[in-house]
């Protein structure tokens, strides 16, 4: 098995293990698929490669043949080899999301260590950054960093917090 159908077979057990598990012979579909890769990365390739500039130097030669492989490998590779987990659901992806995500804390503790510093305060381009990022709005933010302890004012804003992070994990799906 070359190393498209390695890449191929690590990607579908992580992202459609029931497809993978459905096989009767894996090693001989991932060993299959990863020839075919392979050779329409190399036709691609050569269609995409373009011919020399007169004068090319070496290494604008590799750069140019380079990029060419790269490009017809993630073209190839998009088509045949990346899977989405159409049996994941909303609820198993939402799981997931949640269990990987930065911790709703992380916002206690940006607010206590402006407060704790206060000659570092944030500029309002970065603190309406933080409220894009984090689907807050700036009230929001102003708020916790007014709060004398942030913690409780992520508490208290629960509601708020909860459907920030709906509306990322949303985002992120898109």
Sequence with gaps: MNVYGMLAMRHWERYAPKRVAAMTD???????????????????????????VDGES???TVGRLTNARMRAEEIVLAELVWVEAPERSLVE????????RNSDSSL??????IQDAP????????????????????????????????N???????????????????????
Excluded: K, M
């Design 26 to 52: 894996r090693v001989g579909f991932f060993t299959d698929l990863g020839d075919q890769v392979e050779t329409q990365v190399a036709a691609l390739t050569d269609r995409l490669v373009g011919t020399p």
């Design 58 to 60: 070496y290494p604008e």
């Design 93 to 100: 992806a939402r799981q997931e999301w949640d269990a990987t």
């Design 108 to 113: 206690a503790r940006w607010a206590e260590r």
């Design 119 to 150: 000659e570092t305060e944030p500029a309002t381009a970065e603190i309406e950054q933080l409220a894009n990022d984090w689907a807050v709005t700036l009230e929001f933010l102003y708020g916790l960093l007014a709060s004398p302890v942030p």
């Design 152 to 174: 409780q004012y992520l508490v208290e804003h629960s509601g708020e917090l909860a459907e920030a992070a709906n509306i990322r994990f949303l985002r992120e799906q898109a």
